[in-house]
């Protein structure tokens, strides 16, 4: 099987993938052999200044999204506001077993989210989409242009 993939991102319902948009098509998986999982985990902490990145390991198990532990201060889930920015750290769990530990170098530096304020204008909407072929050999990419829909995750020519 392979796969490509293409960003959309607009500030309106659709973004329009141009065909030279795609990346070349890889191989994912093939008969006989164990696929790889991976999931990008974020961590969420309020605080008034810039909080320091975890510096601990953590077990994460692909098919129930599950932390072993969570490092001291840091969230799954983002806090109501309390006047403090949120801040966020990722890292990625990638393995062909049920579970990865994450050691504590793998968390990203620590950036501001968000913070309380005036409405502002709106955001980008964005997407990474993904589109799989079974084919002995390489496909060729999508060779025309793509309409994703933000709302329902559709892609449409």
Known sequence: MWITLATASANQTTDTIAANEWQGPEKFVENGVDGYNQATVFLYQRAASQPSKPNTSVSYTFSTGALSSLPTG??????????NPCWVTTAVAYSQNESDTIAATDWSDVVKLVEDGADGANGLNSATVYLYKRAASSPSAPSSDLIYTFATGVLTP
């Open 74 to 83: 840091w969230k799954r889930t983002i806090d109501a506001s309390d006047g």
